[in-house]
């Protein structure tokens, strides 16, 4: 595994800041009309005006700069000629390069005016970007109690159950895919799981750089690949939504390198200090 030393951070925090401001871009030009395509060229030419290339642009041949995936997709959606429609559930994934670090993240919206949002549409989207967040938070608290990586994924497993005991539909961990750890590679060790498991991998330590990307979906966990190879969709046509951050562990805590404030707001709520390296702007 790859572990940062202060000053890789912040190359990564530079990465991270670039993506966070080509998805708040994206997301305010999400409405019923516009396609994928659309979102696309929005995201681009932020990351070109900053400077940065875009990670997924020719990944193993993948055509786009962002994955943009539409009610029973889930992940790795090509951003192309759908037109977004009132009530659609969007996830859009994003990565950028500065320096040679990365830094990735996504998040799942719905489209078009809440009247026209199914209830269980938004519980799937809130649910997901909880569960993000309190694995997040695990990641936070057990780099302090000295624990292994996998108190994510029994934080995200158990945000989701918790959901579902308070009220709420059941909700499916998507299976097969997982976050991961990044810095000069989009992609490295070691998987971060969004499921509970008897394996609990790594032990947390400062210089670790992972993301968190829980998956979740409204029916089953399984899924499918489509025949572009790429977009990966629900076996049973369920809808599915996807939220992503980059954090970073440190000496003092963890930052979230693709939120603009570092995570401080929501990191704070669950009673986790934030532990930037520098100025959170």
Request: glycine share 14%.
């Amino acid at each position: 595994m790859e572990y940062k030393r202060p000053e890789q951070v912040l190359l990564m925090r530079r990465a991270g800041l670039v993506v966070a401001e080509a998805l708040a871009a994206v997301r305010a030009a999400v409405r019923p009309g516009v396609t994928t395509g659309d979102l696309d060229d929005v995201a681009a030419q932020v990351i070109r005006d900053a400077g940065a290339v875009p990670s997924f642009l020719g990944y193993h041949g993948y055509p786009r700069t962002l994955c943009t995936s539409v009610g029973a997709e889930v992940v790795h959606g090509i951003p192309g000629d759908r037109v977004l429609v009132a009530g659609d559930v969007l996830s859009v994934d994003c990565g950028a390069v500065v320096d040679g670090w990365h830094g990735d993240a996504a998040f799942s919206v719905l489209v078009g005016d809440p009247e026209h949002h199914d209830p269980a549409d938004v519980a799937l989207v809130e649910t997901t970007r909880a569960s993000m967040w309190e694995g997040i938070a695990a990641l936070a608290r057990g780099l302090a109690q000295g624990q292994r990586l996998g108190v994510v994924g029994d934080a995200v497993e158990g945000c989701a159950e918790e959901a579902a005991a308070a009220g709420g539909a059941p909700l499916a961990v998507v299976d097969g895919y997982v976050g991961h750890g990044i810095g000069t590679a989009m992609h490295q060790p070691p998987e971060v799981l969004n499921h509970r498991s008897r394996s609990r991998g790594p032990k947390l330590r400062p210089g670790l750089c992972v993301a968190v990307e829980p998956m979740l979906s409204r029916g089953t966990a399984d899924t499918d690949v489509l025949e572009d190879g790429w977009t990966v969709v629900t076996t049973d046509g369920s809808r599915a939504a996807h939220w992503e951050h980059t954090v970073a562990l440190g000496e003092r805590g963890a930052w979230v390198l693709t939120a603009e404030d570092g995570g401080a707001a929501e990191l704070g709520a669950r009673g986790v200090q934030v532990a930037p390296l520098a100025p959170l702007a």
